[in-house]
Nanobody
Framework: QVQLVESGGGLVQAGGSLRLSCAAS????????MGWFRQAPGKEREFVAV????????NYADSVKGRFTISRDNAKNTVYLQMNSLKPEDTAVYYC????????????????WGQGTQVTVSS
């Protein structure tokens, strides 16, 4: 079982940037694909981005393509989400999760989850 802890959230103005981090415990981190999801109040949890275990393949939700970048450092057991050109509609709690493939995008396909970090974008 991998334990995940997200950090880096906060309050930012529209057009600004944030970098989220997700630190994982355990030696098996590098065997997992890693995903980022978000959940706004009153809405379902939605896919944001996913990266393969090697970092060689990534996929993004259409709503964040060209603005967000997912990356990972297996030596540090950490996955990142660089968020640029933020919009008010990006406001949500952001979660990282372990997966088995970088072609997955449904929350049910992901196993371990972090506690989330709040991102608030003001207009």
């Amino acid at each position: 079982q991998v334990q995940l802890v997200e950090s880096g959230g906060g309050l930012v103005q529209a057009g600004g940037s944030l970098r989220l981090s997700c630190a994982a415990s355990g030696r098996t981190f590098r065997t997992y694909a890693m995903g980022w999801f978000r959940q706004a109040p009153g809405k379902e949890r939605e896919f944001v981005a996913v990266i393969s275990w090697s970092g060689g393949n990534t996929n993004y939700a259409d709503s964040v393509k060209g603005r967000f970048t997912i990356s990972r450092d297996n030596a540090k057991n950490t996955v990142y989400l660089q968020m640029n050109s933020l919009k008010p509609e990006d406001t949500a709690v952001y979660y990282c999760a372990t997966g088995s493939s970088s072609y997955q995008s449904k929350p049910a396909d992901f196993g371990s989850w972090g506690q989330g970090t709040q991102v608030t974008v003001s207009s």
